[in-house]
């Protein structure tokens, strides 16, 4: 098609930072959860033990699916059965900004006005997706064919490159449906959360056939390291294809900029509540927030159930448990497992508060942002409006999951008054850092605007040294990189003062800067 492989060099040129950090990381991941295992439990007979309890537990079959082997290879792919979905939420997020968001933003319409087709657009960003995908599943063959069978490392490469093509099918479907990118995202998100939902189901009831149902438990179906099976590839390429001929079909029968789905219409005048900067960003944001929220909660009551059982099946290996204390704990091992749960929560929604501050990016490349600054509302009042939802939001996620999860420990143990203030108060120790990752997106927006997106790439670097830093034994100064390492581990260790000020300090002069250097630049037309 006329133009794609200008376009696919574009979007090469555009995502040079950011693409090339997820695809890394998403393909080293697998290895580094089976080096982990392999380190940790090195007799056969502690790898069965190990593979029998996880499979035992409806908690972690829920979260990862069956243990189908006990072998080292085939249980750091089973620990890392999330990884997949990660995968597929990221080609999704790339296909829709590249087709969907430049369609609303205006851009896609001047392209077309060039020697363009219709349709390049939406091949290009698939073919750059397929190609991240493709990488992907290159990387975790590679890796995994260094030093186990050939045969288990293709099926796990196939596994998660089918994954990563198939949900790029899906976002360029979404992306027809809407017409704006929120929309689209938000379709494409809950098909994947749908899936990974499917996936549970089958694999925790009777039910089994519904996780055939769901790409997501695709990869796990080839089971890699555990007598392969080829077939279920064909499952990818089929539903591939066919939401890509989908999505071209519907591409071909609407209006630029248009979507399939009739827009809803708002009342013909604001409501009083609206008046102001503060009401208009809690608009925006709230049906993120709300998502997030629900998220945490669920997964809040899912750990707090594998709580007691996961530290049951760990209290043999004095090496696992060494390796908590250093992610999270020092008193009792059900604690140890908490905490290290909530310090890889506390990560994630730090990227709640990066998407929260970036929303003001968005807001301002789509020129939005001038027309309000052109009214008495000034630029630190409605930077302060995105920054108080940026801040408090991730409080109050934070706030649920500690509650879902310290009355699902508590429920487990039999003593609810003693534990759900401990893991709530745990919970919320992990704002400081998080306020550290909302206060470095604010920086790169106030003084390098157009480098905000690599708050993406801090925080990945964080979650990759911070987290996966212990299990490969990296310096010290490496793991200090990540301002989750410096907090007090709860619940079970002793909260220190220092570390919650100091980072608190950090963020608020990173937020300063953040605003006062949007404050002297131009704002982007």
Same mark, same amino acid.
């Given at each position: !098609? *006329?133009g794609?492989?200008?376009l696919?060099?574009l979007?090469?040129?555009?995502d040079?930072?950011?693409l090339?950090?997820?695809?890394v990381?998403?393909?080293?991941?697998?290895?580094?959860?089976?080096?982990?295992?392999?380190?940790?439990?090195? /007799?056969?007979?502690?790898?069965r033990?190990?593979? $029998?309890? !996880?499979?035992?537990?409806?908690?972690?079959?829920?979260?990862?699916?069956h243990?189908?082997?006990w072998?080292?290879?085939?249980?750091?792919?089973?620990?890392?059965?999330?990884?997949?979905?990660?995968?597929?939420?990221?080609?999704?997020l790339?296909?829709?900004?590249?087709?969907?968001?430049?369609?609303? *933003?205006?851009?896609?319409?001047?392209?077309?006005?060039?020697?363009?087709s219709?349709?390049?657009?939406?091949?290009?960003?698939l073919?750059?997706? @397929?190609?991240?995908?493709?990488?992907i599943?290159?990387?975790?063959?590679?890796?995994?064919?260094?030093?186990?069978?050939?045969?288990?490392?293709?099926a796990?490469?196939?596994?998660?490159a089918?994954?990563?093509?198939?949900?790029?099918?899906v976002?360029?479907?979404?992306?027809?449906?809407?017409?704006?990118?929120?929309?689209?995202r938000?379709?494409?998100?809950?098909?994947?959360?749908?899936?990974?939902?499917?996936?549970?189901?089958?694999?925790t009831?009777?039910?089994s056939?519904?996780?055939?149902?769901?790409?997501?438990?695709?990869?796990?179906?080839?089971?890699?390291?555990? /007598?392969?099976?080829?077939?279920?590839?064909?499952?990818?390429v089929?539903?591939?294809?066919?939401l890509?001929?989908?999505?071209?079909?519907?591409?071909?029968r609407?209006?630029?900029?248009?979507?399939?789905?009739?827009?809803?219409?708002?009342?013909?005048?604001?409501?009083?509540?609206?008046?102001?900067?503060?009401?208009?960003?809690?608009?925006?944001?709230?049906?993120?927030?709300l998502?997030?929220t629900l998220?945490f909660a669920?997964?809040?009551?899912?750990?707090?159930?594998?709580?007691?059982a996961? !530290?049951?099946?760990?209290?043999?290996?004095?090496?696992?448990?060494?390796?908590l204390?250093?992610?999270?704990?020092?008193?009792a091992?059900?604690?140890m497992?908490v905490?290290?749960?909530?310090?890889?929560?506390g990560?994630a929604?730090s990227g709640?508060?990066?998407?929260?501050?970036?929303?003001?990016r968005?807001?301002?490349?789509?020129?939005?942002a001038?027309?309000?600054?052109?009214?008495?509302?000034?630029?630190?009042?409605?930077?302060?409006s995105?920054l108080?939802?940026?801040?408090?939001? #991730? $409080?109050?996620v934070?706030?649920?999951? /500690?509650?879902s999860?310290?009355?699902?420990y508590?429920?487990g143990?039999?003593d609810?008054? @003693?534990? =759900?203030?401990?893991?709530?108060?745990?919970?919320?120790?992990?704002?400081?850092?998080?306020?550290?990752?909302a206060a470095?997106a604010?920086?790169?927006?106030?003084? =390098?605007p157009?480098?905000?997106?690599?708050a993406?790439?801090?925080?990945?670097?964080?979650?990759?040294?911070g987290?996966?830093?212990?299990?490969?034994?990296?310096?010290?100064?490496?793991?200090?990189?990540?301002?989750f390492?410096?907090?007090?581990?709860? #619940?079970?260790?002793?909260?220190?003062?220092?570390?919650?000020?100091?980072? *608190?300090?950090?963020?608020?002069?990173?937020?300063?800067?953040g605003?006062?250097?949007?404050?002297?630049r131009d704002?982007?037309?």
């Amino acid at each position: !098609m *006329t133009g794609s492989w200008a376009l696919v060099r574009l979007i090469l040129r555009r995502d040079r930072f950011i693409l090339p950090l997820w695809v890394v990381v998403f393909g080293l991941l697998p290895i580094t959860q089976t080096s982990a295992i392999a380190g940790l439990y090195t /007799g056969e007979a502690e790898l069965r033990r190990f593979a $029998a309890s !996880m499979d035992a537990n409806p908690a972690f079959t829920a979260l990862y699916g069956h243990v189908l082997d006990w072998n080292a290879a085939a249980l750091g792919l089973w620990r890392g059965g999330f990884t997949p979905v990660l995968v597929g939420l990221a080609v999704l997020l790339t296909v829709i900004r590249h087709t969907r968001a430049e369609e609303e *933003t205006g851009r896609r319409e001047l392209l077309g006005s060039t020697v363009l087709s219709r349709h390049a657009g939406l091949t290009s960003a698939l073919i750059v997706t @397929t190609a991240a995908s493709l990488v992907i599943g290159l990387i975790v063959l590679a890796t995994f064919a260094a030093e186990y069978p050939v045969e288990g490392a293709l099926a796990a490469g196939l596994g998660y490159a089918g994954t990563g093509i198939v949900f790029a099918a899906v976002g360029a479907l979404a992306a027809q449906l809407t017409e704006n990118a929120g929309g689209a995202r938000g379709i494409a998100i809950a098909v994947l959360g749908g899936a990974y939902l499917l996936r549970g189901a089958g694999d925790t009831t009777d039910a089994s056939w519904l996780s055939w149902l769901s790409p997501v438990a695709w990869p796990q179906r080839m089971r890699p390291f555990a /007598g392969e099976t080829w077939w279920p590839f064909a499952l990818f390429v089929a539903l591939a294809a066919a939401l890509c001929c989908a999505a071209y079909l519907l591409a071909g029968r609407r209006d630029v900029a248009a979507g399939l789905l009739p827009p809803r219409l708002g009342p013909a005048t604001a409501a009083p509540a609206l008046a102001g900067p503060f009401a208009l960003a809690w608009r925006l944001h709230r049906g993120s927030l709300l998502a997030w929220t629900l998220g945490f909660a669920v997964l809040g009551v899912v750990m707090g159930a594998a709580a007691n059982a996961a !530290m049951s099946a760990m209290a043999e290996n004095k090496r696992l448990l060494d390796m908590l204390a250093r992610l999270g704990g020092a008193s009792a091992q059900s604690d140890m497992f908490v905490a290290a749960v909530l310090g890889i929560f506390g990560i994630a929604v730090s990227g709640y508060a990066v998407q929260a501050v970036l929303r003001m990016r968005a807001e301002e490349t789509a020129q939005r942002a001038e027309p309000l600054l052109a009214t008495p509302a000034t630029r630190v009042a409605w930077t302060a409006s995105h920054l108080v939802v940026a801040v408090l939001g #991730p $409080a109050a996620v934070l706030a649920v999951l /500690g509650l879902s999860l310290g009355l699902t420990y508590g429920l487990g143990s039999g003593d609810v008054g @003693t534990h =759900l203030p401990r893991v709530l108060g745990a919970s919320l120790a992990q704002l400081p850092a998080v306020w550290v990752l909302a206060a470095v997106a604010t920086a790169l927006f106030g003084v =390098l605007p157009r480098l905000a997106a690599a708050a993406w790439g801090v925080l990945a670097a964080f979650l990759l040294f911070g987290q996966l830093g212990a299990l490969l034994d990296l310096p010290e100064a490496v793991l200090d990189l990540s301002p989750f390492t410096h907090l007090p581990r709860l #619940p079970g260790g002793d909260p220190e003062f220092t570390p919650y000020a100091v980072l *608190t300090a950090i963020a608020a002069v990173l937020l300063a800067a953040g605003v006062y250097g949007f404050r002297r630049r131009d704002v982007a037309t």
